[in-house]
Nanobody, 121 residues
Framework: QVHVVESGGGLVQAGGSLRLSCAAS????????MGWFRQAPGKEREFVAGINWNGGRTWYADSVKGRFTISRDNAKNTVYLQMNSLKPEDTAVYYC??????????????WGPGTQVTVSS
């Protein structure tokens, strides 16, 4: 199981950009597929983006495709989410977690503290 801490959130105007980071513990991090999720107030947590163990394959929710880019640096045990052209509906707490390849559900019950992203109109 990988333990994670998310960071990089903040307040940004619509159309702006943010880069989120997910720092993971454990020597086995590079063997896990990882994903980003988000939860807006009053809504269920939803899948945003996924990346395979070596960064060679990625997959996205339709709502962020073309605007967000997931990447990873296994030497730093870190997964990133570059968010461009942000919209007010992207406002949420963002989390990372383990995923199965190509899947949209987390495979670990452990969730980090998340990082708040707020997009103003």
């Amino acid at each position: 199981q990988v333990h994670v801490v998310e960071s990089g959130g903040g307040l940004v105007q619509a159309g702006g950009s943010l880069r989120l980071s997910c720092a993971a513990s454990g020597r086995t991090f590079s063997s896990y597929h990882m994903g980003w999720f988000r939860q807006a107030p009053g809504k269920e947590r939803e899948f945003v983006a996924g990346i395979n163990w070596n960064g060679g394959r990625t997959w996205y929710a339709d709502s962020v495709k073309g605007r967000f880019t997931i990447s990873r640096d296994n030497a730093k045990n870190t997964v990133y989410l570059q968010m461009n052209s942000l919209k007010p509906e992207d406002t949420a707490v963002y989390y990372c977690n383990q995923v199965s390849f190509g899947a949209t559900m987390a495979t670990s019950n452990y969730w980090g503290p998340g990082t708040q992203v707020t997009v103003s109109s």
